[in-house]
């Protein structure tokens, strides 16, 4: 975060929108996670809703909180030394290199990213008929987890990280 906080910085007293456009355009960031580094590096103190993934999983409707847990649990439980994280308000999990897996609730599916465009492509062929987007992957709420696809996306981000 530090980075990026370093970045707005060295851009002066530039307006909101101009921060916002120098992560968007200039560094590919969403909407939601250039807000929230231009509010934070502002000294809002609203931009924390969750203070770690349990409360995140407990503002879910059930059938996505479990879904959103099993994906995690499948995950953590072959490829080591990750850590659950809450960034940007989303569980993400997180290792010393960097960030290399995030989910997203919305409210009719769940949002996955392997935090990567190059891993999405390599995959691409195994997402069968889920909606796949430059960074990310639809799922359904109910989504029967595919751990074996999920932990193979996350040891391919891990040595594209490391």
Known sequence: MQHWFDLLIEHGEAKYDEQMALLREGHG?????????????????????FSDPDSYFDSLDPVKAETARAIFAAIQKRVKGLELVTAWNQPMLRNEAGYVFGLSAATAHLTLSPMSGAVMESFAGRLGGLKANK???????????DAALLQAMVQE???EIS
């Open 29 to 49: 960031f969403s909407q939601a996670h250039a807000n929230a580094v231009v509010m934070t590096h502002r000294g809002s103190t609203t931009t924390r809703r």
């Open 135 to 145: 960074k990310t992957f639809i799922v359904p709420p109910d989504w029967k987890v």
């Open 157 to 159: 981000r891990i040595a």
